[in-house]
C-alpha cells in the first residue's frame, strides 16, 4: 500500500475485505437465483450476482495497488456503485421494492472506472 499503515491504510484494508465479502455473497445470490428463481427475476439476479462478483474481485486486486487519493475514490465509487446497483435489483425482485437507486448504481460505477483510468494514466 503505497501511503504506509495510516488510517488511509485501514481503509483500504476495509475496501479490500468488502470487495471478498461481495465475491463470496455473490455466490450464495448465483445459486438463489438458479435454484429458487425463475424468469425476470432469475435474470436480474444472475446479473446483480455477475456484477457483485466481478466489483468484488476488482476491489480486491486493485485494493492492494492503491497509491494514492484518486485511486482510492474510484474504489469506493465502485463500490458504493455495486451496492447501489446490485442492491436495487435484489431489493425488486426479492422484496418488490424500487429499483430507483439501480441507474445511480450503474453511472457512479461507470465514474469509479473513469477515475481508475485517470489514476492509471497519471502514474
Same mark, same amino acid.
Given at each position: 500500500m503505497?501511503f504506509g ?7 483500504v484494508a476495509?475496501?479490500?475485505a468488502?470487495g ?8 450464495g ?7 429458487a428463481?425463475s424468469?425476470?427475476?432469475q435474470?436480474a439476479?444472475?446479473?446483480a450476482?455477475v456484477?457483485?462478483f466481478?466489483h ?8 492492494r495497488a492503491?497509491r494514492?487519493?484518486?485511486?482510492m475514490t ?10 447501489? *446497483?446490485t442492491?436495487?435489483l435484489?431489493?425488486r425482485?426479492l *422484496?418488490?421494492?424500487?429499483? *430507483?437507486?439501480?441507474?445511480w448504481?450503474?453511472m ?6 473513469a477515475l481508475q483510468?485517470?489514476a492509471a494514466?497519471r502514474?
Amino acid at each position: 500500500m503505497g501511503f504506509g499503515f495510516t488510517r488511509a491504510a485501514r481503509h483500504v484494508a476495509g475496501l479490500v475485505a468488502a470487495g471478498a465479502l461481495l465475491a463470496g455473497l455473490s455466490v450464495g445470490l448465483s445459486a438463489y437465483a438458479s435454484h429458487a428463481t425463475s424468469g425476470d427475476a432469475q435474470a436480474a439476479l444472475q446479473t446483480a450476482a455477475v456484477f457483485a462478483f466481478g466489483h468484488g474481485i476488482v476491489l480486491v486486486v486493485l485494493g492492494r495497488a492503491v497509491r494514492g487519493a484518486l485511486e482510492m475514490t474510484s474504489l469506493l465509487m465502485l463500490l458504493l456503485g455495486t451496492l447501489l *446497483f446490485t442492491g436495487a435489483l435484489v431489493s425488486r425482485h426479492l *422484496f418488490a421494492g424500487p429499483a *430507483f437507486y439501480a441507474p445511480w448504481g450503474g453511472m457512479l460505477t461507470m465514474l469509479g472506472w473513469a477515475l481508475q483510468a485517470v489514476a492509471a494514466l497519471r502514474r
